[in-house]
């Protein structure tokens, strides 16, 4: 489908550099024409781009239509969400299409009146994410995401007061999620376990009104990530398997998995290089993030965690990965990995084929891009 599509990411960094144009490569191997670039463009800068390039549409991922002064009223826009940044759903609801990361999202934005809402789940370039050998030699599991600072002992004495009065030490509440990010069916009542429910249960129910910033992202964000990260971590070593991490050089800062750490990678050519490395991903959520697909792509089975016990549903089954074969489950409550520490060289190198096939049969960014251009199409013949 020949159309013009006008493409922004967030900001410049290494990652949205690379995204970019692995997605622009997706929309014009679909067949379009695409311009843009890393960083947002506001008032008669993007107007005099829009003048000038005519698009059919235009796709920015976290950034809504209405956050964007005389943007023309004609024009089909399309945020793609995948971080909400301290923003609530009504506040993400202003665009004509609206995609969202994960299915569980869907019913946080009842709000929404545009002309198309769904999912879309990112994609991978397979030519620059590809095994280098024939066979995949490598042993190790790997995981690619930084990891919290650790804390320092005066955030650690902080008080927080609860809506009810309660006043809790900062570092009794850490203690609390560190344990539900691992053992969330203890916390859980039957309906849903999320963070805001664990916190709500404690009688900390200032997420709307918290003002202090830095305390808002602690207890929200950081403390849910490293109890999260660090418990899964620590089931790969308990069964005693090489582990390299990568990610920020937090990870030196932690004597257990100072060995461990092995820097940033911040290139396509480095993070391929990794995965021809190993043997697994490491994932620690239930959402698919854009290096599991890049992963997948280099042959690399993806050791998920089984998240029922948050009582959410778990994107991975929107998604036609077989579990066993390209995917496999491990238990939050268990100490160790016993999904993986049996298979032989022989599965894993079958595996490895059987992914790569798969990622590159259903899952690159051009399938990405056919996937919104259908959308586009099948809202146009509705003609509503």
Request: aromatic share 12%; charged share 25%.
């Amino acid at each position: 489908m020949n159309m013009k599509v006008l493409l922004y990411l967030p900001f410049e960094s290494h990652f949205y550099h690379g995204l970019y144009l692995q997605m622009k490569k997706g929309f014009e191997q679909a067949g379009c024409t695409v311009r843009g670039g890393c960083g947002f463009l506001d008032g008669e800068d993007l107007l005099r781009v829009i003048d000038e390039f005519r698009p059919d549409f235009v796709l920015e991922m976290n950034r809504v239509k209405t956050d964007i002064e005389n943007f023309p009223s004609d024009l089909l826009h399309i945020c793609w969400l995948v971080d909400y940044w301290e923003r609530t759903p009504a506040e993400l609801c202003g665009s004509d299409f609206l995609y969202l990361f994960s299915h569980v999202w869907l019913k946080d934005h009842p709000m929404f009146t545009g002309k198309h809402m769904d999912v879309l789940h990112p994609g991978t370039d397979p030519d620059l994410y590809r095994p280098l050998h024939p066979n995949n030699s490598g042993k190790a599991t790997i995981f690619l995401g930084h990891m919290p600072k650790p804390w320092l002992e005066t955030e650690l004495e902080r008080r927080v007061t609860g809506s009810g009065g309660a006043v809790f030490r900062f570092e009794q509440l850490k203690k609390l999620v560190h344990e539900f990010t691992l053992n969330p069916q203890d916390f859980n009542d039957g309906t849903i376990a999320t963070g805001k429910y664990l916190l709500h249960r404690l009688g900390v129910d200032f997420l709307d009104t918290l003002s202090d910033t830095v305390l808002h992202y602690d207890v929200y964000a950081r403390s849910f990530r490293e109890g999260r990260r660090q418990g899964v971590v620590e089931k790969v070593l308990n069964s005693h398997l090489d582990l390299h991490l990568y990610g920020n050089d937090s990870w030196a800062l932690r004597e257990r998995f100072r060995p461990h750490y092995r820097g940033m990678l911040e290139t396509p050519e480095e993070i391929n290089r990794a995965f021809n490395q190993s043997a697994f991903l490491l994932h620690d959520g239930n959402m698919p993030h854009f290096r599991v697909f890049d992963a997948m792509a280099a042959g690399l089975p993806v050791l998920k965690p089984d998240t029922s016990g948050y009582g959410i549903e778990d994107e991975w089954d929107f998604l036609d990965f077989e579990e066993g074969s390209e995917i496999l489950t491990y238990s939050l409550d268990s100490e160790e990995l016993t999904s993986i520490k049996h298979l032989d060289a022989r599965r894993i190198g079958d595996m490895h084929a059987r992914i790569r096939e798969k990622i590159v049969k259903a899952h690159t960014w051009a399938h990405r891009a056919e996937k919104i251009l259908g959308d586009i199409a099948a809202y146009a013949k509705r003609g509503d």
